[in-house]
């Protein structure tokens, strides 16, 4: 059965301190591995990757996937307050492109 | 461009009620989706659509109906309502099929409470 298991569920952090967020996944053939950020609303758009090692950067956040070990990780450096939320991570697979999603990483970033 | 738009953005129903959850989108994607995110379980596809005429069930379809009779609209319909189906539901939209390589765009979702 496809799975998509993010760790860990959830993180307190401080202002200025750098986060990891852990994505593994277990799917048959494999598509893109996508992160989304959630915060009151509706999921946003962060990343998607395809390929194995090169990484996506955008101001403090990046991710990097690694196909071999089939794990994606989502850095934050320098967080922010405004960084709460929780991080979603799903993974495309299947002949039919199906996405599946992981539960999620709840980050708290306190002042 | 609005992006995707759902409404209403609260509803209470009782038991047995029915009631449709609208879903338009502007930005020309093929492919439509309705979610329903509990505590605990994540994102659970409910049902999509590939086109115009085209839909699928997803991994919850039960007590659902879709319809998809143009790009832009993708109601999705409760017939009788039940608690069980107390939940946050988001529409989703992409250019091409999840997971090939178009990311999804999501409403701004719509907190069910059935009573």
């Known amino acids: 059965e496809d799975k998509v298991v993010q760790s860990p569920l959830s993180l307190v952090v401080h202002e200025g301190d750098t986060v990891t967020l852990n994505c593994s996944y277990e799917v048959t053939n494999f598509r893109s591995l996508l992160w989304y950020k959630q915060e009151k609303k509706a999921p946003t758009f962060l990343f998607m990757l395809?390929?194995s090692g090169i990484e996506k950067k955008s101001g403090r956040l990046s991710s990097i996937l690694d196909k071999k070990e089939l794990f994606s990780i989502l850095n934050i450096t320098a967080t922010q307050t405004g960084d709460s939320a929780v991080y979603l991570c799903?993974?495309?697979?299947?002949?039919?492109?199906?996405?599946?999603w992981g539960l999620g990483t709840s980050l708290a970033v306190n002042p | 461009n609005a992006g995707v738009t759902q409404t209403p953005k609260f509803q209470v129903l009782k038991t047995g009620q029915s009631m449709t959850l609208q879903c338009a989108q502007d930005m020309n994607h093929e492919y439509m989706s309705w979610y329903r995110q509990d505590p605990g379980m994540g994102l659970r596809l409910i049902h999509y659509?590939?086109?115009?005429?085209?839909?699928d069930q997803g991994e919850v379809p039960n007590g659902y109906n879709v319809s998809r009779s143009t790009t832009e609209d993708f109601p999705l319909r409760l017939l009788s309502a039940a608690p069980s189906q107390t939940s946050v539901y988001f529409c989703a939209s992409s250019r091409l099929q999840t997971g090939s390589g178009s990311p999804l765009h999501f409403g701004n979702g719509t907190r069910l409470t059935v009573t």
């Open positions: 659509s590939v086109g115009a005429g085209i839909t």
């Open positions: 799903a993974v495309g697979a299947g002949n039919n492109r199906k996405l599946i």
């Open positions: 395809t390929s």
